[in-house]
C-alpha cells in the first residue's frame, strides 16, 4: 500500500496523510485530488467570516486555524484552534447556509479545498468518512456547550459587578457581616458588657447616690441604639436581597439561553444526520438497483448463449 501511495501525485500523498481521507484507496485519492484546491493564509489572515456563504471545506495541511464567534458583550471567544489533520467548516457545506462561526490563520497555514458538492458527493460514496464527519461535529457541539456554559455562569457575575455602586459594594459587606456568626458574637458580647457595667461595675464601685453609670436599668440609651441599628440594618439587607434578586433573574435567563441553544444545535445535528443518512441509502437503493440490472442483463447473455 506504501509503495502504491508513493506513485501517486503529490496532492493524492497529502490527501493520504488526512485522518478524514485514511480509508480511501490510492485511485480515489486520485480522484479526490482532482476536485481539490490548494489555499495559503499568511498569519493573522482571515479565511472566512461568520455569516459568510458556505463555499467548501477546508482540511488544514500545515500551519494552525483559529475558529471564533463574536458573543453578545462584542468579544471574541475562541472555539477552537485547528492543527494539521483537522477539518472545518463542515456545518455551512451540509446545509449550504452561512457561516456559523468565523476562521484566522494563527500561522502561516496551507489548506486543502473541497467544493460543497464534491465534500457532499464523497459522504455519499463513503460512508464510513460520513459517520467520522458526524462524529466530530457532535464531539465540537460538546466541547462549545461546554465552555458557553462556563461563559455564561462567569459572565452572570461579571456582569452585575460591573454596574455596582459604591454604595451597593459597601451595603453587601454590611449585610455579609451582619448575617454572620461573628457579629453575633460580637454584638452579643458588647450587649452584656454594657449591661454588666451598667448594672455591676457602675452602681457599686461608682461615686455619688446611684454610682456612676451612664445607662442605668432599664437601659433606655441601649434600647435606642439597638433600634437605631435595626433601623439602619434592615434598608441595607433589603438593598442586598434585591441584588441578589436580580442576580438570579439573570443567571435563569442565560440558563435558558444554554439550553435554548443547546437544544437547537442539537435538533440542527438530528436533521443533519437525518439528511446524510437518508442520502446514503438513496445511493445505497441505486447501488442495489444497478446491481439488479446488470444480474438481469447477465441472466439474459445466459439464456441467449
Known sequence: MSAEINNLSEEAQSLA???LFKRLEPHELEHLAEDVDQVNYKAGETIFNEHDLGDGLYVVESGSVRIWVI????????LAELKPGDFFGELAVLDRGERSSSATAITDTHLHKLSSDAFQQF??????AAVDVICEIAARMRQTNQLVSKRVSRNVNTEMERQYTLGERVADKVASFGGSWTFIFLYGGALLLWIAANTFV?????????????DPY????LNLMLSMTAAMQAPIIMMSQKRLEAKD???SENDY??????????RHLHEKMDHLISRQWQRLAEIQQMQLETMHELARGGRKS
Not at 458573543?71 to 475562541?78: G, H, K, L, M, P
Open 71 to 78: 458573543d453578545e458583550d462584542v468579544n471574541e471567544v475562541t
Open 17 to 19: 496523510r488526512v485522518p
Open 257 to 266: 439561553r444554554v439550553n435554548l441553544k443547546a437544544e437547537l444545535e442539537i
Open 202 to 214: 457602675l452602681a457599686y464601685y461608682g461615686r455619688g447616690e446611684n454610682g456612676a453609670q451612664f
Open 218 to 221: 432599664p437601659y433606655i440609651l
Open 123 to 128: 459522504l455519499i460514496d463513503h460512508p464510513d
Open 249 to 251: 433573574r439573570l443567571r
